[in-house]
């Protein structure tokens, strides 16, 4: 489901579109998959507060709020590899996958070794540490 055309500051038209897909369609449920700056605080509460509930798959602001780059960066839970470093250049991009929960909201963060070891290079961190700043220029930068 797309969010309302028109200017980037223009708030997302989610709850509207949603009942008439569901009166149209017959639809149940719903989820809103959305990138960072589609949706409002606003506009997920009345997701949460719909009858029934609209499901939202949503990006965050890694740097910029407070719970995600303390509480989900900085957490120890274990990475699943998704996709293994490349043996050879035409092989898909290696990612790693972790799953972290604050109180009852879950975030799943995706990393891409090859892509940090990049900026890393460019950052001037101390790789063994930068595992949060790495994390966040690569989100914030493309």
Request: hydrophobic share 35%; charged share 30%.
């Amino acid at each position: 489901m797309a969010g309302q055309r028109g200017r980037r500051h223009h708030p997302f038209a989610g709850c509207p579109v949603v009942q008439r897909l569901r009166e149209r369609f017959r639809i149940r449920e719903v989820t809103i998959v959305a990138d960072r700056g589609m949706v409002s605080q606003a506009m997920l509460e009345a997701f949460e507060n719909s009858d029934p509930p609209i499901r939202y798959i949503v990006g965050v602001r890694m740097r910029r709020q407070r719970e995600v780059s303390i509480s989900v960066l900085g957490s120890r839970a274990r990475w699943f590899e998704s996709v293994p470093e490349r043996s050879k250049a035409k092989d898909p991009a290696p990612l790693k996958v972790k799953e972290v929960w604050v109180e009852e909201r879950r975030y799943i963060v995706c990393l891409n070794e090859e892509e940090r070891r990049e900026r890393y290079h460019h950052c001037g961190c101390d790789y063994p540490q930068c595992l949060s700043k790495c994390l966040s220029i690569s989100y914030s930068l493309r």
